[in-house]
């Protein structure tokens, strides 16, 4: 018997074929989005700083590519499958009909742009979470405690504000307000579900309610029925639960076999942790990419300052599930290579048959650390983790002259170990400790990367044993949808794996980075505790200059009219 699995991430849909009996990895397939992350233009309309939507149609395309594609580099017969089973990036949240349909995909609305989804990384949101949150202290709302004192502006709740208060009208015909995870569901078995997961983490749901009515409200009276109105449907759990049967649509869409399993949605981040073999309190799972999300499991409930919520069953069944998380990783490194290596360093790498990330890479780790006098903060899409503040941005200290981009670029490697660290002496002092690093997604390719992680944690490094870890816990989670296991943890010890201790701290480099760290923890503490506002007024001038050059846009595009429209 055979399982799929499917990871939508960023730019991406990944799918993978998977043995139920030992979770052997047979076949995969990756479908690159059409749109990818629609960040600075839609259908001529220039976006916002901040903004980060995506085309749901996107979505169902690579349902349509990967899946079959996938079945054949397999070579499964797919009428052995059992079942299916989905992850997202989480926020990405979306206005809909009461049938499922985006509003983006209604004609008269296709160039609106809060009729498309929000990405998990639209932090134009902010000031909408700001609100929440100083709303929430002031009534002492019990749920604050559970996500470090702070909502996101990554979730669902922020998100939908900014809809209601800047497009009222698309906020009012959207009958449901849904998360990607569950809205793929829909799309494969026809029904409407919300999971426990994406609930709990980014839906602000807790024993067993949303926010009330009263703190809706006031927030913008016209908000205080969004969670009765626009989210209102039975949380489903344990995760690993059917959702339902695959409709004939997506039986034809995926070439697999109608009515076969299909599980209940889940975050491309906590599908991963059954991945990784064993489930146990401590382990904490990091799935490196684009951006980072750091997952544990934990046996009772402790409020940590700044992680993304403590969700009971969040992860799996009878545990509570932590999350954190950093907004830029593999973004920063990106960003960096894209916009600020010379020429001459491009050429040196071309020449000699590597990538610029390998060539740089390799200088790094050729340097001891300290050697370049920089400290970095990974802020550079904001900081989800402790501080969750998407207004923060990034900071090197100790640039001169002498600077080369090498050691910028491990400086910025560096800055994303010191950030995860932070998060784990977090959740130590609050009393969930980390007992086992794991670390998952795209950059454990990167060893320069995961050895700086391994020194500057001081601890080993577990790596997860497949190239595809959230596509391959989906299909874990499929497994279990379609009845081959009793539940995620028979499933994951059966099915999962890992390279324990794959990588080990060498005790000199770890005691340099001690020191660099309290630095890079001094720095934390003063630009994003409040020793120095400077981000946030930066950030300010920022949108009052685009208020300013909208309006000279607008001047400018009338003077023009005017000027086609005067008498010769």
């Keep these: ?77 797919p009428a052995q499958v059992i079942g299916i089973a989905t992850d997202f990036t989480a926020s990405t949240c979306l206005p809909v009909t009461a049938d499922g349909t985006p509003l983006c ?113 006031e927030l913008n009276p016209a908000f205080a029925g969004f969670a009765e109105s626009k989210l209102a449907h039975p949380v489903v759990a344990p995760l690993g639960a059917r959702a339902g049967d695959l409709t004939a649509a997506a039986a034809a869409l995926t070439g697999l076999p109608e009515g076969i399993a299909v599980a209940i949605g889940n975050v491309d981040a906590h599908v991963t942790v ?93 340097q001891p650390p300290g050697a370049h006098g920089l400290i970095a903060l990974d802020w550079l899409g904001g900081n989800r983790s402790v501080l969750v503040d998407a207004s923060l941005s990034g900071v090197i200290v100790g640039l001169t002259l002498a600077t080369r981009p090498a050691e910028i670029y491990k400086a910025l490697l560096e800055s994303t170990a010191f950030g995860t660290r932070m ?15 794991v670390a998952a997604g795209g950059l454990i390719k990167d060893p320069v990367l995961m050895q700086i992680y391994a020194d500057v944690i001081n601890r080993p490094l577990t790596v997860i044993g497949s190239a595809q870890a959230p596509a391959l816990g989906s299909a874990i989670h499929a497994a279990v949808a379609a009845g081959a296991y009793p539940g995620v943890p028979a499933a994951a010890a059966a099915m999962g794996r890992a390279r324990p201790a794959a990588y080990l701290p060498d005790p000199a480099r770890a005691g340099v980075y001690d020191q660099l760290y309290a630095e890079y923890a001094g720095l934390h503490d003063y630009f994003g505790r409040g020793g120095n506002e400077v981000m946030h007024r930066l950030r300010a001038i920022i949108r009052t200059n685009r208020v300013l050059r909208e309006h000279q846009r607008t001047v400018r595009t009338g003077v023009r009219a005017a000027c086609r429209t005067r008498p010769q």
């Excluded at 399982?3 to 074929?17: E, I, K, Q, W």
């Excluded at 998990?120 to 949150?133: G, L, S, T």
């Excluded at 998060?423 to 690093?437: C, L, R, S, Y």
């Design 274 to 366: 059954p991945a990784a073999g064993p489930i146990v309190p401590g382990k904490l799972v990091a799935i490196m990419g684009t951006s980072t999300c750091h997952v544990m499991n934990g046996e009772g409930l402790h409020e940590v300052p700044g992680m993304c919520g403590a969700v009971d069953g969040g992860i799996v069944a009878g545990l509570w599930g932590y999350e954190a998380g950093q907004s830029g990783v593999g973004d920063i490194f990106a960003w960096f290579i894209a916009n600020f290596v010379p020429a001459s360093v491009q050429d040196e790498a071309a020449q000699r048959g590597v990538s610029v990330f390998e060539l740089l890479g390799a200088e790094a780790a050729a």
């Design 423 to 437: 998060i784990i002496d977090t959740f130590g002092a609050a009393g969930v400790p980390v007992t086992e690093f």
């Design 105 to 217: 995909q209604l004609p008269a609305l296709a160039g609106r742009v809060h009729a498309y989804p929000k990405l998990w990384k639209h932090h134009a949101a902010q000031p909408h979470a700001d609100r929440i949150n100083a709303l929430a202290h002031d009534r002492k709302e019990p749920w604050i405690g559970r996500y470090g004192g702070k909502i996101s502006a990554e979730w669902q709740f922020a998100k939908a504000l900014q809809l209601l208060e800047e497009d009222p009208e698309l906020y009012a015909r959207a009958d449901r307000w849904i998360e990607a995870a569950d809205w793929i569901v829909w799309q494969l078995c026809g029904a409407e579900t919300r999971n426990a997961c994406t609930a709990g983490y980014k839906g602000i749901y807790q024993d067993g309610q949303y926010p009330s009515r009263e703190f809706l409200g």
């Design 1 to 77: 018997m055979y399982v799929v699995g499917v990871d939508f991430g960023t730019l991406s849909a990944r799918a993978l074929v998977v043995r139920v009996s030992d979770g052997a990895e047979l076949g995969t397939a990756v479908h690159e989005y059409a749109h990818g992350v629609i960040d600075s233009e839609l259908a001529g309309t220039r976006l916002p700083p901040d903004w980060a939507l995506q085309d749901p149609a996107d979505w169902t395309a690579a349902l349509g590519a990967a899946v079959p594609a996938a079945l054949d580099q397999a070579g499964v017969d």
